[in-house]
């Protein structure tokens, strides 16, 4: 799933963005909602979410500078500025640090859904890539089975998940399943996710300037010492040296 944080102070306000997420479904799930900086904070890092729908105003809290905060931590996500204030000062600002679009209220269901439309996209993308670099152009000769192991993956690999956990979302037996990835992947399941998994780390190591303890969580391994032996084992190098090795290219 692709977990969202909503931060509005409004509680109407709130309890609409909400439900119009939940309408458009597509894999967005509204992880928490918080009305000011403090349960924000709180909440971000519990949940390290994809997306982020914040108002401009907290309060007395500026949240163009909560935003902010979060990206020089090395959040890389996707923010959705809303505003009652039509002033361009503010979308001037909004663009220049990255945000993904600019809601001004009131705020409708199309515009919530054509704005997680072009989230989807880009996520997509980028998943898309990852799945290009390790099946090497293979993807258009696959079954429907296979290619819905891959989206189960990509979708989910920052969770605990299990061969049954992707056999029934493909609708195959587990047995049916492990037997057609190795043939049709070149790899077992395991080495599929745990492959997936260090490159999602790789980019987050170069882009992010994120501990290796959150990297590893964000990347659905929840033991460092594990992360560390994992990533040698596939790429030759500590996470620590690829990282300083990429920050001299």
Not at 52 to 63: A, E, P
Not at 111 to 123: C, P
Request: aromatic share 12%.
């Amino acid at each position: 799933m692709i977990k969202v944080i909503i931060i509005e102070d409004e509680a109407n306000s709130a309890r609409h963005c909400a439900s119009y997420i939940s309408a458009y479904g597509h894999r967005f799930a509204v992880a928490a909602i918080c009305k000011n900086v403090s349960e924000a904070r709180e909440n971000f890092s519990r949940v390290i979410p994809e997306v982020i729908f914040c108002d401009i105003r907290l309060g007395r809290d500026n949240g163009l500078d909560l935003i902010k905060e979060f990206k020089n931590s090395g959040w890389n996500g996707h923010t959705v500025l809303m505003s009652g204030y039509r002033d361009f000062n503010y979308a001037r600002e909004a663009i220049r640090i990255g945000v993904e679009d600019y809601l001004p209220k009131p705020i409708f269901p199309e515009d919530i859904a054509n704005t997680l439309k072009s989230i989807a996209g880009k996520i997509e993308k980028n998943h898309s890539g990852i799945e290009g670099e390790l099946i090497k152009g293979m993807r258009n000769n696959f079954p429907p089975f296979i290619e819905r192991a891959l989206e189960y993956v990509a979708l989910n690999y920052v969770e605990q998940i299990s061969l049954t956990d992707v056999a029934d979302y493909a609708c195959v037996s587990s047995a049916y399943l492990c037997a057609g990835f190795k043939k049709y992947t070149g790899f077992t399941f395991i080495e599929y996710l745990n492959t997936y998994r260090i490159e999602v780390a790789k980019n987050m190591l170069i882009e992010t300037n994120h501990l290796l303890e959150k990297i590893a969580f964000q990347v659905g391994i929840n033991d460092v010492i594990y992360f560390n032996k994992l990533f040698k084992r596939f790429t030759g190098l500590s996470p620590g040296k690829y990282r300083k090795i990429k920050s001299q290219d």
